[in-house]
T-cell receptor, first 113, second 113 residues
């Protein structure tokens, strides 16, 4: 069973809009939550990551919001651009597990001009 | 230019044949990983290795084998026992102290004819 549930499966947003992707987990031992961006035919690339001791982390137009009590975290892409069109994966891992990442199923984001 | 290389980019195999996918990294990373990616299912861990001459099964190891004779190399063999081998295969690596931050190769797309 998937340990990290991701939604929506796909979304379409206009240029300049906000893209929001949500993830939920059950295992409270998870303590590292990265987001990966993948373009068609390429390998994923680490975009941004958060640990549960903070509730929000921002890097440029990308923000992670983390709700420890609800066991949920989300990615917000502000001022979405056509170049942001890609598949986004959330993931979770446990420190000391040598990076065994549990991935969500992915969200395909399409930004229209 | 540091990174991870995978070869070949595309691979075709007849049913009943074993095939080996190559993964090489020059990032001096200790840990290496193999994932399988299917549409709508995210990335699933096949095998991972923390150090040379040692490796562990991931979530879907059946029908696959690996070796880690050199730090830089982590080849994956897809055996004839793998019932549904057609997929996109991704290799990744990470450093010892930042194992959650995985760097991915460009992937190999395997098709069984």
């Amino acid at each position: 069973q998937q340990q990290v549930k991701q939604s929506p499966q796909s979304l379409i947003v206009q240029k300049g809009g906000i893209s929001i992707i949500n993830c939920a987990y059950e295992n409270t031992a998870f303590d590292y939550f990265p987001w990966y961006q993948q373009f068609p035919g390429k390998g994923p690339a680490l975009l941004i990551a958060i640990r549960p001791d903070v509730s929000e982390k921002k890097e440029g137009r990308f923000t992670i919001s983390f709700n420890k009590s609800a066991k949920q975290f989300s990615l917000h892409i502000m001022d979405s651009q056509p170049g942001d069109s890609a598949t986004y994966f959330c993931a979770a891992s446990i420190s000391g597990s040598w990076g065994k990442l549990q991935f969500g199923a992915g969200t395909q984001v399409v930004v229209t001009p | 230019d540091g990174g991870i290389t995978q070869s070949p980019k595309y691979l075709f195999r007849k049913e009943g044949q074993n095939v080996t996918l190559s993964c090489e990294q020059n990032l001096n990373h200790d840990a290496m990983y193999w994932y399988r990616q299917d549409p709508g299912q995210g990335l699933r861990l096949i095998y991972y290795s923390q150090i040379v001459n040692d490796f562990q099964k991931g979530d879907i190891a059946e029908g696959y084998s690996v070796s880690r004779e050199k730090k830089e190399s982590f080849p994956l063999t897809v055996t004839s026992a793998q019932k549904n081998p057609t997929a996109f295969y991704l290799c990744a690596s990470s450093s010892r102290d930042r194992h959650g931050e995985q760097f991915f190769g460009p992937g190999t797309r395997l098709t069984v004819l």
